[in-house]
């Protein structure tokens, strides 16, 4: 459990933005809740979607959410 809160703290604290093609700014870090079923990434913590979390909810970057099999949640999306 302490390992998951170190790993969360240094993904919140590297929050990067990345450049696109076409010049907008998209964020790199996405939220998942840990509930065994959860499905989705989210934009921010405090997206609606994450209110009935089972599990805890951890940042993750997005490239890690999609390895994982997650889909974008269709609220903050």
Same mark, same amino acid.
């Given at each position: 459990?302490?390992?998951?809160?170190?790993? !969360?703290?240094?993904?919140?604290?590297?929050?990067?933005?990345?450049? /696109?093609?076409?010049?907008? !700014?998209?964020?790199?870090?996405?939220?998942?809740?840990?509930?065994?079923?959860?499905?989705?990434?989210?934009?921010?913590?405090?997206? /609606?979607?994450?209110?009935?979390?089972?599990?805890?909810?951890?940042?993750?970057?997005? !490239?890690?959410?999609?390895?994982?099999?997650?889909?974008?949640?269709?609220?903050?999306?």
């Amino acid at each position: 459990m302490k390992l998951l809160a170190i790993i !969360s703290l240094y993904l919140v604290l590297g929050n990067v933005f990345t450049e /696109s093609g076409s010049g907008n !700014s998209t964020i790199s870090v996405v939220y998942i809740c840990t509930g065994p079923k959860a499905e989705v990434y989210h934009r921010t913590k405090h997206c /609606s979607g994450l209110n009935r979390c089972s599990g805890d909810i951890v940042s993750v970057s997005l !490239s890690k959410a999609k390895g994982m099999g997650r889909r974008p949640c269709k609220k903050c999306y």
